[in-house]
């Protein structure tokens, strides 16, 4: 019938114009890539002392104080992108002590310098277990003793 193919022709017409249209619109609002930026806010600047550091293959980490010892804090640097995207690090007593006990000292995440704060406590040991969250493993052991 000449009536349906004339509204046949209107529709599809109207859809070649629409169609370009809506993926050109879809194509400039995809949202550009954030590999590599923190979600986090900043954490702050370096205390001025080293107490102990190491150095590892994929990170450095560092026990840092105040030049009157009233405050300490952990630095993390990560020298490249974490092969863990979801780590935490804690503060334990002892290398066998279990997570739910433990200190929950912050999150490590992209390539770049972390400073978390620390209770200033002479007697702690200084043992931080870097965890994977979600293949629910410690990935590392590290001890800074002062």
Known sequence: ??????????IWT?????????????????????????????????????????????????????EDKSQLQLEWINKNASAYPSSLIYKVSNEKQELKDAELI???????????PLKNDSTAKNIFVLYDIIHQ??????????
């Open 14 to 66: 109207v859809w070649a114009i629409f169609i370009p249209i809506g993926m050109i619109a879809a194509y400039v609002n995809i949202p550009k890539k954030v590999a590599g930026e923190l979600i986090q806010i900043d954490s702050g600047k370096a205390l001025p002392l080293v107490i102990n550091s190491i150095d590892k293959t994929n990170y450095s980490v560092a026990l840092r104080s105040s």
């Open 137 to 146: 493993q410690k990935i590392d052991i590290i001890k800074l003793t002062p």
């Open 1 to 10: 019938m000449k009536p349906l193919r004339r509204r046949h022709l209107q």
């Open 106 to 116: 912050g999150r490590v995440e992209a390539k770049d310098h972390f400073y978390f």
